[in-house]
């Protein structure tokens, strides 16, 4: 079975600051897709960037990038100048949609 | 526009009482799925169709069920809620299952 491991359960950050949200999994497929999930307060699920396994460069969407190491079965995701509106809970996803546990972010003005 | 609908957003039943939980979409993808969240918990795969092709996760209980009458709408039955099936129940849907998912808002199911 798929095992998604995301070490930290709660992080805060102030405004303005970067933070890195760490995920590690486990798979036996070469090629594949990865990852991040928000889910706000709200409780809608929404995509926040996504990673091809088979390129070697690291996916960015404006303030948020990923770490990608294959090799070491990790992608991590750091968010740049942090904003309230980032306050939600993060879920990693390596493949078909089976997620890790989240890590719960604070964003303190 | 919402492109994947859950209705209802809120729903109470009866212990014991069967109900069911609908899901439509308006992006055409082939694969739709059902998830369990719990308080502070991650989303929980119960099952997912690949157009009429049904795969159940292994640890699933029976009580769940699901039907998929056309590309557009999936439902998720309940043939008896317990009060252990309180929860968020998501629905997703993906092209192809390899791509990003896009998620319905919920249903909050409680049992009383």
């Known amino acids: 079975a798929q095992t998604v491991t995301q070490s930290q359960p709660e992080m805060s950050v102030q405004e303005a600051e970067t933070v890195t949200l760490s995920c590690t999994y486990d798979?036996?497929?070469?090629?594949?897709?990865l990852f991040w999930y928000k889910q706000p307060p709200s409780r809608q699920m929404i995509l926040v960037i996504r990673?091809?396994?088979?390129?070697?460069q690291n996916a960015t969407e404006n303030r948020f990038s990923v770490n990608f190491q294959k090799a070491a079965k990790s992608f991590s995701l750091k968010i740049s100048d942090s904003q309230l509106g980032d306050t939600a809970m993060y879920f990693c996803?390596?493949?078909?949609?089976?997620f890790g546990k989240g890590t719960k972010l604070t964003v303190n003005p | 526009d919402a492109m994947v609908i859950q209705n209802p957003r809120y729903q109470v039943t009866q212990f014991g009482k069967p109900v069911t939980l609908s899901c439509s979409q308006t992006l055409n993808h082939n694969v739709m799925y059902w998830y369990q969240q719990k308080s502070s918990q991650a989303p929980k795969l119960l099952f997912h169709?690949?157009?009429?092709?049904?795969?159940n996760e292994a640890d699933t209980p029976d009580n769940f069920q699901s039907r998929r009458p056309n590309t557009s709408f999936c439902f998720l039955d309940i043939r008896s809620p317990g009060l252990g099936d309180a929860a968020m129940y998501l629905c997703?849907?993906?092209?192809?299952?390899?791509?990003?998912?896009?998620f319905g808002q919920g249903t909050r199911l409680t049992v009383v």
């Open positions: 990673q091809e396994a088979y390129k070697q």
């Open positions: 997703a849907t993906s092209r192809d299952g390899t791509v990003e998912a896009f």
């Open positions: 798979t036996s497929e070469n090629n594949y897709y």
């Open positions: 169709y690949y157009d009429k092709d049904f795969n």
């Open positions: 996803a390596p493949e078909k949609l089976v």
